[in-house]
């Protein structure tokens, strides 16, 4: 058996939570590889909509295992708030049960938070425009090898280095103007959120998911952010500190690259970006401020209002090429209807000729050129034939798997679970 991804193709928000709520049903284990509470991934069930953080989301599947993997940083207060708000959004899910934990994951403590804000507002440091989840700070101390793991919890000594790291990043906060809460505060709500912690089973997760695949049992790895915002591959240092990409799947999840089968991309028909840093195809009027309020382009985990740009084939074509995409699912084409026409960038044009494909190092007077195409209307929200698609849509479509190479086999017409239409059967391809 192959281990699936789903990952995105785009800088995040993509809609890969709505996506893989709905194909988990078919796998029997859902995986994190990378990142924490920076995510926020929506699901709609029953009328009601949750973000998860650091959960999969497989976690309302019953019989689904789902995994925070090795490669992710695991922030426990942020954790135990997640835990107590899923529990009261569906009484019915058992994450002490379907809830696995890798013994390798980092912690986040509490003071990453605030040395991320303070480095945020602090003018001797880029301002990355960061969620101010720690991430940079647990990713940096994991490099550095000055961080703790979830599986040192268990350790006699946990509570003193716990305290020791505290300490240290407290004497380094004091040196900056920022009001923060008394160490005492911060340290009991850490170690009480450890408590919390150690009702959810820890191991071997690496030997846990090999051994599933032995087994025969079929795995989904679900990506965080998304490939331009990539550690290495996006557009740093405006970046997650994490791999988001294929191979930092295999990698987070000690899975070898050999056993990875479909690499699900997840793309929006437009593109939006929350956070500082490179977007060419930004849209600045106020066709952006109406596709921003159309598509509640706000972030799940911030309530940032999301930048909105034209769709960047030139980006997507990098993130397909270094993550070896087999799939491409398009969202929100429903966000553009009525839109009278509907702009792509095909490639950028630089000084020394025409560019088909950026990765995170575009030139700033590189020009996109965008290409014009007929919008289309009407509530495509409720089709469920994807026959019965706009023609100008379906050109749309045919455009995309031309210009891509990937076939775009799923279209997202809505944020609910039945609003999604499968088209591999589609004559797309002129
Ligand atoms: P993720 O981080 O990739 O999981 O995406 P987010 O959940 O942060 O953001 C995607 C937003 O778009 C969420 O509010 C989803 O409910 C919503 N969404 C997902 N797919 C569609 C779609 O096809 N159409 C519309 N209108 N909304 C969608
Ligand atoms: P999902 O999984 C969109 C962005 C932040 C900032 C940069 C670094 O929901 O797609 P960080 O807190 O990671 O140090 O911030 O990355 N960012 C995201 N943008 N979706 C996300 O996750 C993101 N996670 C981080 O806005 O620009
Ligand atoms: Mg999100």
Redesign the pocket.
């Known amino acids: 058996m192959n281990m699936d991804i789903v990952l995105?193709l785009q800088w995040?928000?993509?809609?890969?939570?709505?996506f893989i709520d709905l194909i988990s049903e078919d796998y029997d284990i859902t995986a994190r590889f990378n990142g924490g509470a920076n995510?926020?991934?929506?699901i709609?069930r029953n009328g009601k909509?949750i973000?998860l953080k650091s959960l999969p989301s497989g976690i309302f599947m019953n019989g689904v295992q789902n995994v925070i993997g090795t490669g992710t940083v695991l922030d426990p207060v942020s954790f135990r708030k997640e835990i107590l708000n899923l529990q009261q959004f569906d009484g019915a899910v058992q994450p002490e049960k379907n809830l696995i934990i890798s013994r390798k994951a980092h912690l986040v403590l509490p003071t990453y938070r605030l040395l991320d804000i303070f480095m945020e507002e602090n003018p001797d440091y880029t301002t990355i425009g960061t969620t101010r989840n720690g991430i940079a700070q647990a990713y940096s101390n994991k490099i550095l090898r000055q961080n703790l793991r979830v599986g040192d919890i268990e350790s006699a000594d946990f509570k003193s280095r716990v305290e020791h790291i505290l300490e240290r990043d407290y004497r380094m906060l004091a040196g900056g103007d920022m009001i923060f809460p008394s160490l005492e505060e911060i340290r009991n709500e850490f170690f009480d959120a450890i408590d919390f912690l150690k009702k959810f089973i820890r191991t071997e997760t690496e030997i846990f998911l090999n051994k599933a695949l032995s087994d025969g049992k079929r795995i989904l790895a679900e990506g965080s952010q998304a490939a331009m915002l990539d550690i290495d591959h996006g557009t740093y240092p405006y970046v997650t500190s994490s791999s988001t990409t294929a191979a930092g799947a295999s990698s987070g999840l000690g899975i070898s690259p050999k056993k990875v089968g479909e690499i699900f991309g997840?793309a929006k028909a437009y593109c939006t970006r929350v956070g500082n840093g490179m977007f060419p195809t930004e849209i600045f009027d106020e066709l952006g401020e109406e596709i921003r309020n159309r598509?509640?382009e706000f972030g799940?985990n911030t309530g940032r209002p999301r930048r909105i740009g034209w769709l960047d084939l030139p980006a997507l074509r990098y993130a397909i090429m270094i993550n070896g995409v087999t799939q491409v699912i398009l969202?929100?084409?429903?966000?553009l209807s009525g839109i009278e026409s509907v702009a792509v960038c095909t490639h950028y044009e630089l000084e020394d000729g025409r560019n088909e494909m950026i990765s995170g190092n575009l030139p700033e007077n590189a020009i996109p050129a965008l290409k014009l195409m007929k919008g289309w209307e009407g509530d495509i929200s409720m089709i469920n034939d994807a026959s019965d698609l706009p023609a100008e849509l379906k050109d749309f479509l045919s455009f995309l798997n031309q210009e891509l190479g990937v076939p775009v086999t799923y279209l997202?017409?809505?944020?609910g679970r039945d609003?999604i239409l499968k088209i591999k059967e589609l004559e797309l391809v002129k």
């Open positions: 995105g995040g928000d993509e809609g890969k939570g709505k995510a926020g991934h929506s709609e909509r973000t997840i598509g509640n799940s969202t929100k084409a429903d966000v997202s017409t809505g944020p609003q």
